[in-house]
C-alpha cells in the first residue's frame, strides 16, 4: 500500500501522520512537498493539520491553490482515498472536495484539548473499525473548527449518512455538532480533531489508531 503525506508552508502535523502511518502500515509514506507537480501511484493521501501558509488570508484558502493540489483533486475524483486532518480539513472544504467551510471557533479562542466524539457512520472506509455510537477520545487544537454549511446542506449531508464524526460536548460551535465528514462517494474524509496525536498509549488515549488501521484494512 503506497501512502502520501502533503507538506505545505506552515504544516506542523506532517510528521506526526507520518508516524501514524509508518505504525500502521509497516511502511514509512512519501513526503511531498506543495510545490510538486506529480504524484506516484498513490492509494490513500493524507493533508496533514498544521497553519498552512500562516492562515494569513483563510484556514486552507491559499493551500487549495498550491500546485499538487490539481493532482490530490485529480486523484480523489479518481476515487483515491483523502484525508485530511485539521487544516487538512479546512483545505477539503476549500477545494471543495468536501463541502462548507470551517469559521472561527464560537468562542473565539484557540482550543486545544482531548474531546469525546461519537460515531455517527461506521460503515465509512475510515471508520469501519469502530462501532456506531462508540465513544472515543482524540484531541483537538484549533482557532477555526466551527464548522458551517447552509441547511439545504446540512440536510442532505444528514440524510445522505455523510456525517461519521460529532462531537459530545461541542467545543466550537461547529453546526450539528459535526466533527468529521465523509464525501459522497465516501473516498474523502475531513475531521478537526487529530487521530494521529492518539495512535500511542503515551498519548493518553489510542483511539485515533483505529481511524489509521480502518484504512489499512480496507487498501491492503
Not at 493524507?46 to 493551500?63: E, H, I, K, N, W
Not at 486523484?75 to 485539521?86: D, F, H, N, P, Q
Not at 475510515?126 to 473548527?145: S, V
Not at 460551535?173 to 473516498?187: P, R, T
Request: with cysteine; proline share 5%; glycine share 10%.
Amino acid at each position: 500500500m503506497e501512502a502520501a503525506v502533503i507538506i505545505f508552508p506552515g504544516s506542523n502535523c506532517d510528521r506526526d501522520a507520518a508516524t501514524a502511518l509508518a505504525r500502521a502500515t509497516g511502511k514509512i509514506p512519501h513526503l511531498i512537498w506543495h510545490a510538486d507537480t506529480a504524484l506516484p501511484k498513490l492509494d490513500l493521501i493524507v493533508l496533514p493539520g498544521g497553519f498552512s501558509y500562516g492562515d494569513y488570508l483563510r484556514t486552507g484558502a491559499m493551500a487549495a491553490h498550491s500546485p499538487i493540489m490539481r493532482e490530490v483533486i485529480s486523484c480523489a475524483e479518481k476515487g483515491v482515498r483523502v484525508l485530511g486532518i485539521c487544516n487538512g480539513f479546512q483545505v477539503l472544504c476549500e477545494t471543495q472536495l468536501l463541502p462548507g467551510i470551517l469559521l472561527r471557533n464560537a468562542s473565539l479562542k484557540f482550543v486545544c484539548r482531548e474531546v469525546a466524539l461519537k460515531v455517527e457512520n461506521s460503515g465509512t472506509d475510515f471508520t469501519r473499525l469502530y462501532k456506531k455510537g462508540q465513544e472515543i477520545r482524540i484531541p483537538i487544537a484549533h482557532g477555526d473548527g466551527n464548522y458551517f454549511a447552509e441547511p439545504d446542506t446540512l440536510k442532505r449531508l444528514e440524510d445522505n449518512d455523510q456525517v461519521a464524526l460529532r462531537y459530545m460536548e461541542n467545543p466550537n460551535g461547529a453546526a450539528h455538532d459535526i466533527a468529521g465528514l465523509v464525501s459522497k462517494k465516501g473516498n474523502v474524509f475531513g475531521l478537526m480533531p487529530h487521530p494521529e496525536r492518539a495512535c500511542d498509549p503515551l498519548h493518553g488515549s489510542v483511539d485515533g489508531a483505529l481511524m489509521f488501521d480502518s484504512i489499512i484494512k480496507v487498501l491492503s
